[in-house]
């Protein structure tokens, strides 16, 4: 059986010994939201200076219009020359605020979907139920995550209001004569209310459709991965490590094993990332009009390499975000769930006695 993400409170019924989930946890969800949310926050603010080079990266062809494009080390040099170290953390506000809803309901819905996934059909138990669960709840976030994420991007791209400017005057600008790109954005509100003064409600959510065919395979892919590496680790230390005393600490297994399950994840889904980025950048100057139109034009122009630009940064900013991310979850879980529900007055005993009345009260755990 898979070993689904670590659920708080889980206790074995008196009568049965099956593990079950005490009545009272449901009342809880809203911990696997505030853990989801906190862990979420914490890998965005932390990595953030690495989602800026991996955005300066995949979106050269349209700020510079030019097929000479940096690669990461250059990256780092062109921004700290022209930014200074400020440079680095542009559009960490709208960054941090997408990724706290996203982790909030990335976590906080996934253990109940999963459960009620395989409760209705058995037969998506395991890692079926796993995908469709991640998936789910990272589409749930992509509401508040998407309009963050075009304000983030534009903030990353523009750098100072001084560099911004240098690079309007340049004649190499990917633009129509006399158009302008969109105005420096001077913080989150105000870049969001130029959007949508200039585009309505389609500039706020921009690249839509190409940020779920991103993120949907990646919520997915990393809640598979990382419980298959789970399974792994507990069948080693079932099977090779018998005879010895090792207890691996689930906030470090949750490091190492959700660090390798957003990496691969990252590298996998880096195309539609490419794809999505350029079409949040873009602005008034329509080069792609649609993520399929900006698959063939990148292909047909950059060939292969193209559709993996920003790889690189991109699995650098994943592998530590997601360690973090699956550590912070795990040590909340392990260190607060415990005195939470020791708040609460146990009901599960209650199925020892053979009353009606309280058989009946067991019988909803």
């Given at each position: 059986?898979?070993h689904s993400?670590?659920?708080?409170?889980?206790t074995?019924n008196?009568?049965?010994?099956?593990p079950t989930?005490p009545?009272?946890?449901?009342?809880?969800v809203?911990?696997?939201?505030?853990w989801?949310?906190?862990a979420?926050?914490?890998?965005e603010?932390?990595?953030?200076?690495?989602?800026?080079?991996?955005?300066r990266?995949q979106?050269?062809?349209?700020?510079?219009?030019?097929?000479?494009?940096?690669?990461?080390l250059?990256?780092?040099k062109?921004v700290?020359?022209s930014?200074g170290?400020q440079?680095?953390y542009?559009?960490?506000?709208p960054?941090?605020?997408?990724?706290?809803?996203?982790?909030?309901?990335?976590?906080g819905?996934?253990e109940?979907?999963?459960?009620?996934?395989?409760?209705?059909n058995?037969?998506?138990s395991?890692?079926?139920?796993?995908?469709i669960?991640g998936?789910?709840?990272?589409?749930?976030?992509?509401?508040?995550?998407?309009?963050?994420e075009?304000?983030?991007?534009?903030?990353q791209?523009?750098?100072?209001?001084?560099?911004?400017?240098?690079?309007?005057?340049k004649e190499?600008?990917?633009?129509?004569?006399?158009?302008?790109?969109?105005g420096?954005?001077?913080?989150m509100?105000?870049?969001g209310h130029?959007?949508w003064?200039?585009?309505?409600?389609?500039?706020l959510?921009a690249?839509?459709?190409?940020t779920l065919a991103?993120?949907?395979?990646?919520?997915?892919?990393m809640?598979t991965?990382?419980?298959?590496l789970?399974?792994?680790s507990e069948?080693?230390?079932q099977?090779f490590f018998?005879n010895?005393?090792?207890?691996?600490?689930s906030?470090?297994?949750?490091?190492?094993?959700?660090?390798l399950?957003?990496?691969?994840?990252a590298?996998l889904?880096?195309?539609m990332?490419?794809?999505?980025?350029?079409?949040?950048v873009?602005?008034s100057?329509?080069?792609y009009?649609?993520?399929?139109d900006?698959?063939k034009r990148i292909?047909?122009a950059?060939?292969?390499?193209?559709?993996?630009k920003g790889?690189?940064p991109?699995i650098?900013?994943y592998?530590?975000?997601s360690?973090?991310?699956?550590m912070?979850?795990?040590?909340?879980r392990?260190?607060f769930n415990?005195?939470?529900?020791?708040?609460?007055?146990e009901?599960t005993?209650?199925s020892?006695?053979?009353?009606s009345?309280?058989?009946?009260?067991g019988?909803?755990?």
């Amino acid at each position: 059986m898979a070993h689904s993400f670590p659920s708080p409170g889980t206790t074995a019924n008196s009568t049965t010994g099956v593990p079950t989930r005490p009545p009272h946890s449901d009342f809880f969800v809203w911990r696997e939201f505030m853990w989801g949310a906190m862990a979420g926050g914490l890998g965005e603010g932390m990595m953030h200076p690495i989602d800026t080079l991996k955005t300066r990266i995949q979106s050269q062809a349209i700020i510079s219009g030019t097929q000479a494009q940096k690669n990461i080390l250059q990256m780092v040099k062109t921004v700290w020359v022209s930014d200074g170290l400020q440079g680095f953390y542009r559009g960490i506000t709208p960054g941090v605020t997408g990724s706290l809803a996203t982790g909030a309901t990335y976590f906080g819905v996934i253990e109940s979907t999963k459960t009620w996934l395989e409760k209705v059909n058995p037969g998506l138990s395991g890692h079926w139920s796993h995908f469709i669960a991640g998936a789910i709840g990272d589409t749930l976030g992509s509401f508040v995550y998407v309009p963050c994420e075009v304000v983030k991007l534009r903030m990353q791209v523009q750098g100072t209001r001084k560099s911004w400017t240098s690079t309007f005057m340049k004649e190499n600008i990917s633009r129509k004569p006399g158009e302008k790109m969109y105005g420096y954005y001077t913080g989150m509100f105000q870049a969001g209310h130029s959007i949508w003064k200039q585009h309505g409600l389609r500039g706020l959510f921009a690249g839509y459709w190409s940020t779920l065919a991103r993120d949907v395979p990646f919520a997915g892919l990393m809640v598979t991965f990382y419980e298959a590496l789970k399974e792994m680790s507990e069948y080693g230390q079932q099977n090779f490590f018998t005879n010895a005393d090792l207890q691996v600490a689930s906030s470090f297994e949750g490091l190492v094993l959700g660090g390798l399950a957003g990496g691969l994840s990252a590298y996998l889904t880096t195309p539609m990332d490419v794809i999505k980025t350029r079409l949040q950048v873009q602005g008034s100057t329509i080069r792609y009009k649609g993520w399929l139109d900006a698959l063939k034009r990148i292909w047909l122009a950059e060939g292969f390499s193209g559709l993996f630009k920003g790889s690189v940064p991109r699995i650098m900013w994943y592998v530590p975000a997601s360690a973090l991310t699956f550590m912070a979850v795990e040590f909340l879980r392990d260190n607060f769930n415990e005195e939470l529900d020791d708040d609460v007055p146990e009901v599960t005993n209650l199925s020892l006695d053979r009353s009606s009345n309280i058989q009946a009260a067991g019988s909803r755990t």
